[in-house]
């Protein structure tokens, strides 16, 4: 029997062979799929009333099951022009590093992109999500008045994530609030109004 060297055009993994020893090959077949598992990709569903905040090369947060705690950073490298119908999402491809190979093909993970504003909307402030307290039906942050005094105030929330939160009104740049303490400011609220 003759021997054809399969040569690969670049280097690394083989992640499926679908040929075994004796098979006849035909031109069209594919024999071996080979990847660079140095550069993964994420596929992403971005909401439909979402694509205007979002462009190609924003930054992604990436969490998986596997690691627990521990974010993967990639970017945005592609955004699908069409919609799927059935969830009126637009599919988006993250490319994330991965030169120890921990990432593997086939993982699920969460994906936390940070939304620019809408077209005509203000941009918000971000503060730690530490700093928001609910009381009733309100979201509440604790602005220092002078050190040692606080005055609670009402503000709308925009999005979020594990630790920060944009503040869509309520808050002005350059205003203190606190971070460290706000559910011990609330708790104290709480009891003096229960008090009157």
Known sequence: LSLLPLISPFSGT????????GEQVR????????????????????HE?????VRIGDPVGIQVDAYPGEEFRGSITYISDTIEPATRTASARV????????LRLGMFARAHIKL??????RAGIVIPTDAVQRVGEKFVVFIEQEPGTYFPRVVS????????VEVRSGLAAGERVVTKGAFYLK???VRESVAR
């Open 116 to 121: 620019r504003p809408a077209p005509g909307e």
């Open 14 to 21: 083989v992640i499926s062979r679908d040929i075994v020893v």
């Open 27 to 46: 031109p069209d077949q594919t024999v071996f799929t080979i990847a660079d598992l140095r550069v993964v990709w994420l596929l992403a569903d971005i």
């Open 95 to 102: 490319e994330i590093a991965n030169p120890d190979r921990r």
């Open 187 to 189: 708790s104290v609220l």
């Open 49 to 53: 009333k979402d694509l205007a905040r």
């Open 157 to 164: 929330l925009a999005t979020a994530s594990d630790d920060a």
